[in-house]
Nanobody
Framework: QVQLVESGGGLVQPGGSLRLSCAAS????????MGWYRQTPGKQRELVAV???????NYADFVKGRFTISRDNAKNTVYLQTNSLKPEDTAVYYC???????????????WGQGTQVTVSS
């Protein structure tokens, strides 16, 4: 069994910062891509940022220059540093990881439970 547990969400004023964390645990052989997505009511989940196992990153245009994704492979953890937050960044943020549970299995996608980020004065 694999679990992704997120933390770090909350209420912040416009212009503020939050650091989100997501730790993967359980039966894990290797982790490929890890990423963050977000969703608001009535809208589809959208990619925020993704990082490969080698450290290559990709960002949605609406967060470039403001958010930074990083990972600690020894801890099976991915982070999202969010700066210069705007009210339109308000959403539930979900962690994603592509995980192989053994050398004999293929990569499967796993999701965290989501953490609420609210940007408001």
């Amino acid at each position: 069994q694999v679990q992704l547990v997120e933390s770090g969400g909350g209420l912040v004023q416009p212009g503020g910062s939050l650091r989100l964390s997501c730790a993967a645990s359980g039966s894990i052989f290797s982790i490929n891509d890890m990423g963050w997505y977000r969703q608001t009511p009535g809208k589809q989940r959208e990619l925020v940022a993704v990082i490969s196992s080698g450290g290559g990153t990709n960002y949605a245009d609406f967060v470039k220059g403001r958010f930074t994704i990083s990972r600690d492979n020894a801890k099976n953890t991915v982070y999202l540093q969010t700066n210069s937050l705007k009210p339109e960044d308000t959403a539930v943020y979900y962690c994603y990881a592509g995980i192989r549970r053994s050398p004999l299995t293929s990569t499967m996608g796993y999701w965290g439970q989501g953490t609420q980020v609210t940007v408001s004065s």
